[in-house]
């Protein structure tokens, strides 16, 4: 039955005004409903008192307000850390975090696919294939939920990254819905600075993004030359570093921040050496940036150890001392599987998985 209703967190700020037209409501009807769903964030059209009963009796019949079943909740006090999984109207199972941090943030780490068919070998959701892409509403009713959560205990949330599962880029069209939807100041409201889309790399799509929707933009990097990362982020073989570092360059004019995130994955013996660290200084050259080294979450069978701290600190120091602005990630979460990369709701697409191990066994194993 939900499938045939429409999700009203799928719609627009112009689709929302036009589904009013088309029920024959003034304009502001349409302001009405996105501020009961975004500011207010009810679940029940009884909720929303100051639309006409009848347009409530009409909106319950054609619509509905999300459709996600919560599974699972855990919470670790020690790193302030909330993951929630949750079923789909189809049966996928998706994962987001929330992390509090010390200074205020309260910032939710959101999925934009179920799985993901990029093949990072260091990454679980990597490891476990594409489902589907998720719909603009499953991306931000992951959001609405945590905002709940927060202003039941009188908080807010203040930023949302999509970097929980998924490759955010290959679901263009519904990740800028969506990130128009959270962005918009008639619904949630979040600044462009404070919505951060993770990437993998895909060129083509960068330049998009820049010109549709220019939010702060991280790039997962993990290598400093094409050998290497041809290996680790196996689409670095279509979109190789110089066209990354260009497209980089690009998307900085149009950004909201001036800077790029490049995000590294620490990985003992394969990425962390210092002469990585140097060729990565002389790569990002050009390129108005800041590091964000990841040590890396294990997961069962992922065949790759995570950088002993004191590396960790040397490579960091090998960047800062060339003027490079260089945050070490506090792993968080990692005691309830909810750190990076650790997120791996089941997909149902198993021939994929298989499929993509054999492809990987192949291609050779860098750890
Ligand atoms: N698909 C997007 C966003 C999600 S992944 C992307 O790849 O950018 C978010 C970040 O976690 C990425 O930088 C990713 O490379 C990193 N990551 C993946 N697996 C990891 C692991 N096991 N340990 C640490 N970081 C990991
Ligand atoms: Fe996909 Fe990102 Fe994991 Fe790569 S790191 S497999 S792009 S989720």
Known sequence: ????????????????????????????????????????????????????????????ARARIGGFVQVAEQHSAESATTKRLYRLPDAQLIESVLMEYEDGRRT??????AGC??????????????ARHLSAGEIVEQAIHFARLLEGEGERLSNVVLM????????FDNVVTALSIMLDDHAYGLSRRRVTVSTSGIVPAMDRLRQRMPVA?????????????????PINRKYPLSELMAACRRYV????????????VMLDGV???????????????????????????????????????????????????AGLITTTRKTR?????????????????????????????GAGSPA
């Open 1 to 60: 039955m939900t499938e045939t209703l429409i999700n009203l967190y799928d719609l627009s700020d112009a689709e929302l005004s036009a589904l009013m037209a088309e029920l024959n409501q003034p304009a502001f009807r349409a302001k009405q409903l996105a501020e009961w769903l975004y500011k207010h964030k009810v679940a029940t059209f009884e909720a929303m008192t100051n639309l006409p009963k009848p347009l409530r009796e009409t909106l319950a």
């Open 253 to 264: 004019e149009d950004a909201p921040r001036d800077f790029i995130t490049f995000e590294y």
């Open 271 to 321: 990425n962390d050496q210092p002469e990585h660290a140097r060729a990565l200084i002389a790569l990002t050259r050009e390129v108005p940036c800041k590091f964000n080294l990841i040590p890396f979450n294990p997961f069962p069978d992922s065949g790759f150890r995570c950088s002993p701290p004191e590396r960790v600190r040397a490579f960091a120091n090998i960047l800062q001392g």
């Open 108 to 113: 939710a780490c959101i999925s934009t696919q």
């Open 333 to 361: 979460g990692a005691d309830i599987d909810a750190a990076c990369g650790q997120l791996a709701g089941r997909v149902q697409d198993r021939t994929r998985r298989v499929l993509r191990r054999m492809e990987l066994a």
């Open 217 to 233: 933009l991280a790039v997962s990097l993990h290598a400093p030359d094409d050998a290497l990362r041809d290996e680790l982020v």
């Open 164 to 171: 929980g599962m998924g490759e955010p880029l290959l679901n």
């Open 117 to 130: 068919a990029m093949g990072c070998v260091f990454c679980a959701t990597g490891q476990m294939g594409f």
